[in-house]
């Protein structure tokens, strides 16, 4: 857990998990946060299982290891500080050593939810029609995904209007293949 890479709610494609590699993670939490941690893989090629691990770096607090294509582990913090996801080959089954997976982490913070929750995952997207949504909330922690659709040619403005005295919000442009394509 001490060279675990940073990382806070989103996704990260591309990733590969080989035998006795762990691959580590850390998340930071507040008491009461709710991390939410998913592994989308090909069982064909590997089973793949998560630990959610406590600040201390090696007290487990929640394991997913199901035998099944993905997996999805939770945990609702108790103690403030940085969690880790460890995410390991359970059992390799492929032609190739180690098998491929993207990861996806959402943190559910008590901040209030708005109306397109429960859309913390790429994967879970809320669909966004042309036009003004009023009331949303950000909260620390917690991204927010939602989804247009475009076809060739089409150009899309986001404007995000929020007060800076609340907090500084960022809006970023993913592809389907989880490229960033501009923030």
């Given at each position: 857990?001490?060279?675990?890479?940073?990382?806070?709610?989103?996704?990260?494609?591309?990733?590969?998990?080989?035998?006795?590699?762990?691959?580590?993670?850390?998340?930071?939490?507040?008491?009461?946060?709710?991390?939410?941690?998913?592994?989308?893989?090909?069982?064909?090629?590997?089973?793949?299982?998560?630990?959610?691990?406590?600040?201390?770096?090696?007290?487990?607090?929640?394991?997913?290891?199901?035998?099944?294509?993905?997996?999805?582990?939770?945990?609702?913090?108790?103690?403030?500080?940085?969690?880790?996801?460890?995410?390991?080959?359970?059992?390799?089954?492929?032609?190739?050593?180690?098998?491929?997976?993207?990861?996806?982490?959402?943190?559910?913070?008590?901040?209030?939810?708005?109306?397109?929750?429960?859309?913390?995952?790429?994967?879970?997207?809320?669909?966004?029609?042309?036009?003004s949504h009023p009331g949303l909330q950000a909260?620390?922690?917690?991204?927010?995904?939602?989804?247009?659709?475009?076809?060739?040619?089409?150009?899309?403005?986001?404007?995000?209007?929020?007060?800076?005295?609340?907090?500084?919000?960022?809006?970023?442009?993913?592809?389907?293949?989880?490229?960033?394509?501009?923030?």
């Amino acid at each position: 857990s001490a060279s675990a890479t940073p990382f806070g709610p989103g996704s990260l494609p591309g990733l590969s998990a080989c035998s006795s590699d762990d691959d580590w993670f850390a998340l930071p939490l507040g008491v009461g946060d709710l991390l939410e941690v998913a592994a989308g893989f090909s069982v064909g090629d590997g089973n793949i299982d998560i630990d959610i691990v406590g600040p201390d770096g090696s007290t487990v607090l929640s394991t997913g290891s199901t035998t099944t294509d993905n997996e999805e582990v939770a945990w609702t913090a108790v103690v403030e500080g940085t969690h880790y996801a460890r995410v390991f080959l359970a059992s390799d089954a492929g032609a190739y050593p180690g098998n491929s997976y993207e990861l996806q982490a959402a943190v559910t913070s008590s901040c209030v939810a708005d109306a397109f929750e429960p859309n913390d995952l790429s994967t879970a997207a809320a669909p966004l029609t042309p036009g003004s949504h009023p009331g949303l909330q950000a909260c620390v922690g917690d991204a927010d995904w939602f989804g247009v659709t475009l076809a060739a040619g089409d150009a899309l403005v986001v404007d995000a209007s929020f007060a800076h005295a609340e907090g500084d919000v960022d809006v970023f442009l993913w592809s389907l293949d989880g490229a960033l394509l501009d923030s």
